[in-house]
Structure formats: structure tokens, C-alpha cells
């Protein structure tokens, strides 16, 4: 849990293109706290992996959606179309997804140039993607990796409940 504070609080700080070399530290550290509650999945089905408890810190502009800019526009229609083009019947497929999912992932986080309030809320929606597309990579069962895969449609499509 400290990770996770910490992991925003750093998030909320230092905007998108000036943390390239922050990002590695988020990766890893979104892959450990992914692990620690893909450990407890049995204990806690209801997690912040398998489910979407971020959406209760979310907050809206003024009732609207937020303006996002282009190139992270470009990068969640990216994802949610690696989303569903790829088949995943296998433990080795949902590898492959996370994958794949992880380098769209990396394009958003890259590229972004929002600041502000809608910035602040892409992470809030962001952080969960991460660390469930990191689970995803080091999952160890079918069933977990279809949960996972389900967790990762939701939140990969509450992007445009949010933004715009």
C-alpha cells in the first residue's frame, strides 16, 4: 500500500514527459505491488487488480469529460484496439496481450502533454491499467488471466466515460 501512495503522490507531481526515466521506476514498482495483491488474490477476489475501485477517485469536470490531447486519444483507441484483436486461449497468449498491451501503455504514458486537473485523472485512471497489464505479464493461471483480462476491458473502456 505504501507503494501505491507512493506511486501516485509521484504520479501527481511530475508530468508525463519529464519522467521518462521515472517511468521505469512506476513499471517496476506497479509489477510489485501487482504481484503482492495477485498473491492475495485468493484471500481478497475483490482487489484493486481484479476490480475498478479507482473509478471512486475519479472526478469529473465540472459533469463533463475531460479534454485529453490527441496523442493520448491516439493511444487508448491503440490499446483497446490490441485489446480485442488478440485471441487468448493460453497462458502464452496472455502474455502476449500484456505484451503488447504494455508497449501501447508505454506510448500513452510517453507522449502525453496534459497538464492540470485532466492530467491528474488520466493517472488516476492510468495507475490501475498499469499495474494490471504488469499482473497480466506474471500471471500464473488461465482463470487468473481471464480475470485479469476482464478487469483490464473495463478499465481500458471507462476511458470514455471519462475523457474526450
Not at 519522467?19 to 495477485?38: I, Q
Not at 475531460?66 to 483497446?80: F, I, R
Not at 493460453?90 to 496534459?114: G, I, P, Q, R, W
Request: charged share 25%; net charge negative.
Amino acid at each position: 500500500m505504501k507503494h501505491l501512495i507512493f506511486v501516485l503522490g509521484l504520479l501527481t507531481i511530475v508530468g508525463c514527459k519529464d519522467r521518462k526515466t521515472s517511468e521505469t521506476t512506476v513499471h517496476s514498482d506497479a509489477v510489485e505491488n501487482a504481484l503482492e495483491v495477485t498473491d492475495k488474490r485468493h484471500s481478497d477476489d475483490t482487489s484493486n487488480i481484479y476490480g475498478n475501485a479507482w473509478t471512486k477517485d475519479m472526478a469529473m469536470d465540472n459533469g463533463e469529460q475531460w479534454q485529453a490531447d490527441v496523442t493520448t486519444n491516439e493511444g487508448v483507441k491503440q490499446l483497446q484496439k490490441t485489446f480485442y484483436a488478440k485471441t487468448t486461449n493460453s497462458l502464452e497468449d496472455y502474455h502476449k496481450l500484456a505484451e503488447n498491451l504494455n508497449e501501447d501503455k508505454n506510448y500513452v504514458v510517453k507522449n502525453c502533454t496534459m497538464v492540470g486537473p485532466s492530467h491528474d485523472n488520466l493517472h488516476v485512471w492510468l495507475h490501475p491499467l498499469i499495474e494490471k497489464i504488469a499482473a497480466l505479464s506474471k500471471v500464473e493461471t488461465v482463470e487468473d488471466a481471464s480475470k485479469l483480462k476482464l478487469s483490464i476491458e473495463e478499465n481500458i473502456n471507462a476511458y470514455s466515460i471519462y475523457f474526450k
